[in-house]
């Protein structure tokens, strides 16, 4: 496979990179932008990543006004951090009624502002304005955007209704627009930019995987949704790639082949794209001289890193953590995280560790990727573990039709639509998998419940708007089922559940696991501790490239276990064909 | 004519379908709302999260809210009298003010009122 280099993306003024977190887009961004200058192009570099290290890698302050970045001539950066954009969204519209409107109903406002939509389409706005802003832009042969809109963004934009009908008529519209509402000025400007990213001649748009198969799985959905939209301009960057393995060395060679492996099993439809890889490299893309090296493929030691030093004794084995969790009794365990970072295989691997020491477990998954069936060969499935899955799609459609079933029931035509409009956004999958979620925790009175994926702090502050669960269900008169009235009880009692928050030993993981123990906080649920996977730091590597990375895991996994959690689990990277449930045994053993 | 208004907690979605449950209130409310506008009949519904500044301004509203905080919420204010606190208006209650059946509130209309396409 072809290395990639910027000069592939010939003239295309705007570059998007886009992909889930940790794969590398702003590395990969940066790199770009810092190679097109040396090219003697003028470039600006945006992000719109909320766990941004744009300052990290430049060493330098960003605000969201675009600053020349030092020693790189002719390179411009800006960092529009989203949640940022929400939070002055959200005080640009509460701040006027405060006094006005009691404390309490002022609060009811801003939980109701806080959800993803509105940090989606702030953000939105925010890059909108930039986007449109002609005369900055002409001072630029290239504007880089590190992370891409979502699809689910532009199609809002797109709901004809959302304009014709919400923005100008506020009683009517598409749910979840209520942060539109504000901008309805902006109407032509949303109009511009949705056209300007779907121009080819003009924006081209760089998804970013990592070789395995998750990640390509969540590519693959970037992709599709991104050209349903038209945005069909499009190439694939394989990021960290192992060029060859080292002799003699287990997990050189695992770490070779597992990438391997996946490669043969690249979607389809991502096949169809031009593609090409990075190495893996060792050392952190900090400095321009670090990224100049990228599309090199030297090698570069990480010594800065070396010096970190980690207090290992307050780190536990996964062993330890099951022993604990099954001391106390747990019932509910959840593991949350972002995707990718192995929460179905720390789920897998606590579930089959609580039915060994004799309990009856039910492990189920929200991971549309799930591959509980892989990591679980039928045969060896054990008499007191018992696995189910919660397809969203199929919630969602079984939620649609309860729904239109019972409220819908008698409406004529034009009301029915309209219910549906509603149904059709993007709260509904949330809330249909919510309730699915409901009904598995429910189980938890008979057997331990270990749950991949949680509903997210969003869902969870919906719940509790009022800040008064209890009064908020018995006041409201839909009928809402005691799964769902026990749940979030259940959820922030420590005696009955444990939340796991899954994190890899890398920046961006850790920041965005940082933002859902925020979220979860907010909501009432304290996190109990924090498993590190996938972590080459302990592992007897001798690859240079793995045990560099091994050593620049230190400063990271010091993060988390001295600032952000008070029990740290940590998990030595695995094979991933290792994790057969007779391997499960010799892994927690 | 009759003006009623409907004063909203902070909403998601005026049906109600994205709470964690279905409320069969809020898309009663939603649904006959819609129709009687349809209907060319002067309601109107706020809500909480869009538009506090309704809030404010309606002297009724902004004093019930002092009073009783947001669980006075839903309210309605009929010809700029507050009819209802922490309760949507029944659809029987929509029909006296109006002075309507209550079974016009379901009444087949046209439907190239609205503009939505689905795609």
Request: negative net charge; contains cysteine.
């Amino acid at each position: 496979m072809q290395n990639f280099h910027p000069r592939l993306l010939k003239e295309t003024p705007f570059l998007f990179f886009t992909g889930k977190g940790g794969v590398g887009k702003t590395s990969a961004a940066c790199a770009t932008a810092v190679n097109l200058t040396d090219q003697g192009k003028k470039v600006l570099l945006v992000s719109t990543d909320p766990a941004s290290n744009l300052q990290d890698v430049f060493g330098m302050e960003f605000s969201n006004q675009p600053t020349k970045v030092d020693n790189v001539d002719g390179l411009f950066a800006c960092n529009l951090d989203p949640e940022e954009a929400a939070k002055s969204y959200r005080d640009k519209v509460v701040d006027p009624f405060r006094g006005k409107l009691p404390d309490a109903v002022v609060d009811q406002m801003e939980e109701q502002l806080s959800g993803a939509c509105t940090v989606e389409i702030a953000a939105f706005d925010e890059f909108t304005n930039l986007l449109t802003n002609s005369e900055l832009i002409s001072g630029f042969d290239h504007v880089i955007f590190d992370t891409a809109p979502t699809g689910h963004t532009l199609r809002l934009l797109q709901l004809p209704n959302a304009w014709n009908g919400f923005l100008e008529d506020s009683t009517h519209g598409a749910s979840c627009l209520g942060p539109l509402s504000g901008l309805s000025a902006k109407k032509e400007l949303y109009a511009n930019t949705v056209k300007v990213l779907s121009d080819s001649s003009q924006t081209k748009l760089v998804l970013v995987t990592r070789p395995d198969s998750s990640t390509f799985f969540e590519a693959q959905r970037a992709s599709t949704e991104l050209k349903e939209i038209g945005i069909k301009n499009q190439l694939l960057i394989i990021n960290g790639l192992l060029k060859k393995p080292i002799d003699n060395d287990e997990i050189s060679s695992a770490f070779y082949n597992r990438q391997q492996k996946a490669l043969k099993e690249l979607p389809e439809s991502l096949k169809q794209l031009e593609t090409y890889s990075l190495p893996f490299v060792s050392y952190s893309l900090i400095g321009s001289e670090s990224l100049r090296h990228l599309f090199k493929s030297y090698l570069l030691s990480s010594s800065s890193q070396e010096s970190v030093e980690l207090k290992s004794d307050n780190l536990l084995t996964l062993n330890q953590t099951i022993d604990d969790l099954y001391v106390k009794n747990t019932r509910v365990i959840l593991t949350m995280g972002k995707g990718g970072v192995g929460k179905t295989t720390i789920a897998s691997l606590l579930a089959v560790g609580l039915a060994k020491k004799g309990k009856k477990v039910h492990l189920t998954t929200t991971d549309p990727a799930a591959h509980l069936e892989f990591v679980f060969k039928d045969e060896l499935v054990m008499d007191n573990l018992t696995i189910s899955k919660i397809d969203p799609s199929a919630e969602v459609e079984k939620y649609k039709a309860e729904v239109l079933l019972t409220a819908g029931a008698g409406l004529e035509e034009d009301a029915l639509r309209y219910l549906e409009e509603d149904l059709n956004s993007p709260c509904t999958e949330e809330i249909a998998v919510f309730r699915a979620f409901a009904d598995v925790v429910e189980k938890s009175n008979e057997e331990i419940v270990v749950i991949d994926t949680a509903p997210t702090g969003h869902t969870l502050l919906l719940l509790d708007a009022a800040k008064s669960y209890e009064k908020e269900l018995s006041r409201s008169t839909g009928e809402i089922p005691d799964a769902v009235k026990n749940l979030l009880p259940r959820l922030r009692n420590p005696e009955e559940t444990s939340v796991l928050i899954v994190t890899l030993p890398e920046a961006t993981p850790v920041f965005e696991a940082m933002r859902l123990q925020q979220d979860l906080k907010r909501a009432g649920i304290q996190p109990k501790s924090w498993v590190i996977n996938q972590s080459l730091y302990g592992t007897e590597t001798i690859d240079p490239i793995l045990s560099a990375k091994a050593t620049s895991e230190k400063v990271w996994i010091k993060k988390v276990s001295e600032e952000l959690t008070k029990q740290t689990t940590i998990v030595k990277w695995q094979p991933e064909d290792k994790l057969g449930n007779i391997e499960v045994e010799e892994l927690i053993n | 004519m009759t003006k009623v208004e409907i004063f909203d907690p902070a909403l998601c979605c005026p049906t109600g379908v994205c709470g964690p449950s279905v409320d069969p209130e809020l898309t009663r409310v939603a649904a006959a709302v819609f129709t009687l506008e349809k209907q060319g009949f002067d309601i109107k519904r706020y809500n909480l999260g869009n538009e506090p500044g309704m809030f404010v301004e309606n002297l009724i509203i902004n004093q019930v809210l002092h009073e009783k905080g947001p669980d006075a919420l839903p309210a309605v204010v009929v010809n700029g009298e507050m009819l209802k606190v922490g309760e949507y208006p029944s659809n029987e209650e929509l029909a006296i003010w109006f002075g309507i059946q209550e079974s016009d509130l379901k009444m087949k209309k046209p439907t190239n009122l609205l503009d939505i396409k689905f795609k």
